[in-house]
Nanobody
Framework: QVQLVESGGGLVQTGGSLRLSCAAR????????MGWFRQAPGKEREFVAG???????YYVDSVKGRFTISRDNGMNTVYLQMNPLKPEDTAVYYC????WGYGSKWDGYAYWGQGTQVTVSS
């Protein structure tokens, strides 16, 4: 069983930055592929970024060059550094974990956090 708790969301102006954190409660955190997803009102949940056990990183095209995913296996935590932020980044951001390698479909992840709201004002 994996428990995930996100933090770090908030309200920020266009061009600003936020760092999301996801703390995992699991004994073998380093063995999981970790992903960040987001869901805006009326839209489907979309893959934002992911990081593998070997620290390989993956990003959706719309955030490449602006967002950075990282993990600290000693702290059982994955991070998403976001800057510069745009109004279209406004969404609820979710942390997720899967036992296998890279995956961008939300239904391929077994474990989810509760989500944290990110709002970017124009």
């Amino acid at each position: 069983q994996v428990q995930l708790v996100e933090s770090g969301g908030g309200l920020v102006q266009t061009g600003g930055s936020l760092r999301l954190s996801c703390a995992a409660r699991v004994r073998t955190f380093s063995s999981y592929f970790m992903g960040w997803f987001r869901q805006a009102p009326g839209k489907e949940r979309e893959f934002v970024a992911g990081i593998s056990r070997s620290l390989g990183t993956y990003y959706v095209d719309s955030v490449k060059g602006r967002f950075t995913i990282s993990r600290d296996n000693g702290m059982n935590t994955v991070y998403l550094q976001m800057n510069p932020l745009k109004p279209e980044d406004t969404a609820v951001y979710y942390c997720a974990a899967r036992s296998w390698g890279y995956g961008s479909k939300w239904d391929g992840y077994a474990y989810w956090g509760q989500g944290t709201q990110v709002t970017v004002s124009s």
